[in-house]
């Protein structure tokens, strides 16, 4: 599940990202991104130089489940 909030050719914030657990670790995410970004440039209306932001959470992970605390 993701979100990503824009104004339709300039700015785009990858908001949310998230997987659940016993889903985590087979590439969902990647692929989800991986399949956003071909739709993002074949978007007529986006620019060139838009410019597309994510960010995460201290210590939450990019590429596997965060350990639990």
């Known amino acids: 599940m993701?979100?990503?909030?824009g104004?339709?050719?300039?700015y785009f914030h990858i908001a949310d990202?998230?997987?659940?657990?016993?889903?985590?670790?087979?590439?969902?995410?990647?692929?989800?991104?991986?399949?956003w970004w071909r739709r993002f440039v074949t978007e007529?209306?986006?620019i060139p130089t838009?410019?597309?932001s994510l960010t995460r959470p201290a210590g939450a992970c990019m590429s596997r489940?965060?350990?639990?605390?």
């Open 65 to 69: 489940p965060a350990s639990p605390r």
């Open 2 to 5: 993701g979100r990503i909030i």
């Open 17 to 35: 990202m998230a997987t659940l657990p016993e889903f985590q670790g087979r590439g969902l995410g990647r692929r989800s991104l991986t399949l």
């Open 7 to 10: 104004d339709g050719g300039w």
């Open 44 to 46: 007529p209306r986006t």
């Open 50 to 52: 838009s410019l597309i």
